[in-house]
RNA sequence: GCCCCAGUAACUCAGCUGGAUAGAGUAGUUGAUUUCUAAUCAACCUGUCGCAGGUUCGAGUCCUGCCUGGGGUGCCA
């Protein structure tokens, strides 16, 4: 049962027949900001003001007047300049979370439902999954949750980068570095080892030549920085460019060290300098390798298959890890064989056209064009997506595509939709999920000093074993009355850790950046998953100690009955789960299911310390309050697993 | 150069189609504990919402300009 529609649609009658657009200004009634001011309000009359020529207190009242909402709610307030006020009645409240508690939906209720294709995680195979990996995977994982729970038909697809450059790395590695030992022995810490070999002496010859040009640039820089300043001292309107200059000098040192720490972290080891002697120019190398391969070299080709498994058998370690699954794994390697029909056909169609060897898409309000095939004659990422968005019209007809994907790549995905819509592609509606970059303490992209980027199962491991230290510590566990076997303290950790990593993630604001802190998300206080699951574990024990059996059919007996404001607030809110659902998918914000639990978890604590339960006044009160405590459990349970996060027990 | 995104408390961040006195968490101060699990609760403290104009009954939110930071920008993905 949603509420808000409920009253909107009130409004709505009211309106009719009075103004034109009802449901337009229907839909300005929202959940009130400030409970002092109620549960609800409607803010209508005052942008009504010029249409009626009325001051707006006046219309306030007037559609007052015309509102037939007293089976739901108190008598409407007109406040300040023509708000209008409305608080449910408790009697209503107490009805509604009676029939959500009984419900196998919590009282939520499903959508028309239209198919979704979701497209997420996508690693590049054959690297090594880290931080930066987490966002599109945990946030398309809550979607799908989201999106299934609320009626929609949702197919999932891993885009594996599983075709690309980083192949070709691989291959050349394999065919000059390899330890056949190693390799037998672990073949994914081999492989992992010849892909950063490889990337490290290319990175280093790139580096070389660029040296004494950014020195020379760095002298200019702090020439033309230090005649700007004197400049600026005589004629203030200087100033402007000394800041530029200064600005330019900045960039230029810093530019400059990034490439002395990528030379002078390679010399270190001085075995690194003949090997990079002996392999001049390795990123041609490696891009023939690639090249080879595309072109179905069988050598390449075979290793390519030999590889493959290995690095999908990883990840598929770390999905499971994380309670992640795909309907589909259909990543670049499998659209292949479908890119030179896709290209000519859009040539036909004069869609794509010849320019500097290259064939490209022109599309309108776009400087620069797509590119879809190379000079070379090979084909671009662009190109994967134009196929790949003809396949699956072909094969699952969505009517909505969502692409979870960082926000770097918003430009590229702005001009594919314009690409797909130029080709006919107009009854999709394609959207970029776009999302920010994970950070360190720093400020800066997630690294560690050295500047390597740290492996994604590492993370999940440092998070669990924090989760063990803290919540698993032994002091606290007596003082709490949990004895737990060793299995079972593992699985509270694992739980705990795992979800402070997902809702560190969700919880943010998915367009903005984020500090990824280990430290803070452990810390299990304030906005956590910790916090949350740990009032569903007070709740479970509540319901342990009470020896009643609750289930959704027992709790038809368990009436319930509001008084304490505390419980009057839990329950409304508990009745704002489905709000919170369709909100959260209005523009695919998980945060704002996130947001919701955290809210719910708070009133809940704050209940519990104003509402004994098990020891309360009398047995009717103990009974509504054990069916508060039930419905609780259950919609913070739900919340957190459409999120992709467990509960336990105890904890 | 052009395009996109961001700038809110000491720190990390919310702030929905413009609405009432701008909110959480952390940190700090204070109170509550023979605990239905104190990983808790209650209270206090902290603001030039980057700057300047504009739109209107009303702007953190919309428009313009500027400042600062990040990202992207024809042959990587």
């Not at 009676?98 to 996508?122: E, H, K, M, N, W």
């Not at 004069?350 to 000079?375: T, Y």
């Not at 740990?534 to 009955?561: N, P, T, V, W």
């Not at 459990?633 to 957190?640: A, D, E, I």
Request: net charge negative; glycine share 6%.
């Amino acid at each position: 049962m949603q509420i808000l529609s409920l009253i909107r649609n009130r409004f709505f009658q009211a309106l009719t027949g009075w103004i034109d657009q009802p449901e337009e200004y229907a839909s300005r009634v929202s959940i009130a900001r400030d409970p002092q001011h109620g549960d609800y309000q409607a803010n209508i009359a005052m942008p009504l003001q010029k249409t009626l020529n009325l001051p707006p207190r006046e219309i306030a009242n007037q559609l007052v007047s015309r509102l037939s909402i007293g089976d739901l709610c108190h008598e409407a307030e007109v406040a300040g300049p023509g708000f209008i006020n409305l608080r449910l009645r408790d009697s209503f409240l107490a009805e509604q979370l009676a029939a959500a508690a009984q419900d196998s939906r919590l009282g939520v209720g499903c959508l028309p439902s239209r198919t979704f294709v979701i497209d997420y995680s996508a690693p590049n195979v054959a690297k090594p999954m880290h931080v930066g990996h987490i966002r599109s995977t945990v946030i398309g994982d809550a979607l799908a949750r989201i999106l299934r729970f609320l009626g929609h038909q949702v197919i999932t697809d891993n885009h594996l980068g599983d075709w690309g450059t980083q192949f070709g790395m691989i291959i050349y590695g394999y065919k000059h570095f390899v330890d056949p030992v190693a390799f037998h022995a672990d073949p994914v810490v081999e492989l992992s080892r010849l892909y950063r070999l490889v990337q490290s002496i290319i990175a280093y010859q790139n580096a070389c030549p660029k040296l004494e040009k950014l020195e020379q640039g760095l002298n200019v820089a702090r020439k033309q920085a230090a005649e700007a300043e004197a400049a600026a001292k005589v004629d203030s309107k200087q100033k402007k460019v000394a800041a530029a200059a200064l600005k330019a000098l900045r960039s230029a040192e810093d530019n400059l060290a990034a490439v002395e720490a990528i030379i002078n972290g390679f010399q270190a080891d001085p075995k690194n300098l003949t090997v990079a002697q002996q392999h001049p120019d390795l990123e041609t190398q490696a891009q023939l390798e690639t090249a080879k391969l595309h072109q179905g070299d069988a050598e390449n080709l075979a290793l390519w298959e030999r590889f493959l498994p290995i690095s999908i058998a990883e990840i598929e370690s770390v999905y499971r890890r994380l309670d992640i699954h795909f309907d589909h794994t259909l990543g670049e390697s499998f659209y292949h064989p479908l890119l030179s029909s896709t290209v000519q056909s859009l040539l036909d169609a004069k869609m794509a056209v010849e320019s500097e060897g290259a064939i490209c898409i022109f599309l309108e309000g776009f400087d620069a064009p797509m590119l879809i095939r190379k000079r070379d004659g090979a084909f671009l990422y662009a190109t994967t997506d134009l196929a790949t968005i003809e396949y699956r019209q072909r094969e699952f007809q969505p009517d909505v595509i969502l692409y979870v994907v960082d926000h770097r790549q918003s430009e590229h995905f702005q001009k594919l939709f314009a690409a797909a819509r130029a080709c006919g592609y107009t009854d999709i509606d394609l959207q970029h999920i776009s999302f920010g970059t994970v950070l360190g303490p720093d400020g800066k992209p997630f690294k560690t000093r050295s500047g390597a980027v740290i492996g994604l199962e590492y993370l999940l491991d440092e998070a669990i074993q924090r989760a063990h230290q803290v919540v698993c510590d032994p002091q606290r566990m007596q003082k709490a009355g949990l004895e737990m076997s060793a299995e079972e303290s593992q699985e509270v950790a694992r739980v705990v850790g795992l979800g402070a990593i997902k809702y560190a993630d969700l919880s943010h604001n998915r367009t903005s950046d984020y500090e990824f802190n280990t430290e803070k998300m452990v810390q299990l206080e304030g906005n956590t998953s910790a916090y949350i699951q740990y009032m569903y574990a007070r709740i479970q024990s509540i319901i342990r100690k009470s020896g009643e059996q609750l289930d959704q059919d027992s709790i038809a007996h368990f009436a319930i009955q509001l008084t304490e404001s505390a419980e009057r607030s839990l329950a409304l809110q508990l009745l704002q789960f489905e709000d919170a659902l369709l909100q959260s998918l209005d523009e695919y914000y998980p945060s704002v299911l996130t947001t919701y639990l955290y809210t719910l978890a708070k009133q809940f604590a704050s209940f519990f310390d104003q509402c004994h339960v098990l020891n309360a006044d009398s047995e009717e009160v103990r009974r509504s309050r054990l069916a508060i405590c039930f419905t609780t459990g259950r919609v913070l349970k739900q919340g957190l697993g459409l999120l992709g996060i467990g509960v336990v027990d105890r904890m």
